[in-house]
């Protein structure tokens, strides 16, 4: 099932600096679009989400951007820190209410201090 | 802050047997959902469930696999006769209502060892 990919397997940044994290989707159903954040031996935990109608959304640290022409979305973290190094992953949804999460394959940050 | 709650952390068992996994979602959550992760691999959507039903479920998902709600609080997955490629972390998650959007809280998960 490859509906939502993250290309990226791993990504390394320096302390400080911006974490750019992509993702790409191929259903046009999809409406909704979250980034979890997961450590080992720990389920997913929610980061941040944005909705179809919007191309943005921010919450302190994280932004979210979506593009949804090109099917496509970010996360930004800015500034980066060591207890961010952790595998993202980005998943989506369609509209009906209890629906189900399709999940791209995770990129592995390390911010290294 | 509440949580989801996966006993056991981890389970070992016999390819044949039975084994149950159980979750306790948050407390005023309606929507229920186990997902599986089989090492190297996605997280998999295996069962919504709501209002004491079944709302979807996936190919993976077949007569081997059945959910609960046994009582207000829990939540369960059975697996009748386990097969080696049942080996996997399961999630247990759950969410509120519509206004909350899909965004699904997960429990820290099972890890399945079928040998």
């Known amino acids: 099932d490859q509906q939502v990919k993250q290309n990226s397997p791993s990504l390394s940044v320096q302390e400080g600096r911006i974490s750019i994290l992509n993702c790409d989707y191929t259903?046009?159903?999809?409406?909704?679009f979250l980034w979890y954040k997961k450590y080992p031996a720990e389920g997913p935990t929610f980061l941040i989400s944005?909705?179809?109608?919007?191309d943005k959304n921010e919450d302190g640290r994280f932004t979210v951007f979506l593009n949804k022409s090109a099917k496509h979305l970010s996360l930004h973290i800015v500034p980066s820190q060591p207890g961010d190094s952790a595998v993202y992953f980005c998943a989506a949804s369609g509209k009906a209410a209890g629906n189900k999460l399709t999940f791209g394959g995770g990129t592995r940050v390390l911010v290294k201090p | 802050e509440p949580e989801v709650t996966q006993t056991p952390s981890h389970q070992v068992t016999q390819m044949g047997q039975e084994v149950i996994l159980r979750c306790v979602p948050i407390s005023n959550h309606l929507y229920f959902y186990w997902y599986r992760q089989i090492l190297g691999q996605k997280v998999e959507f295996l069962v919504s469930?709501?209002?004491?039903?079944?709302?979807?479920k996936s190919e993976i998902f077949d007569d081997q696999f059945s959910v609960e709600r046994p009582d207000g609080s829990n939540f369960t997955l059975k697996i009748r006769s386990t097969k080696l490629e049942d080996s996997a972390m399961y999630f247990c998650?759950?969410?509120?209502?519509?206004?909350?959007?899909?965004?699904?809280?997960f429990g820290a998960g099972t890890r399945l060892s079928v040998l």
């Open positions: 469930f709501y209002n004491n039903e079944i709302s979807e």
């Open positions: 259903n046009s159903m999809f409406d909704y």
């Open positions: 998650a759950s969410k509120e209502g519509l206004a909350a959007r899909n965004i699904q809280y």
């Open positions: 944005i909705s179809s109608i919007k």
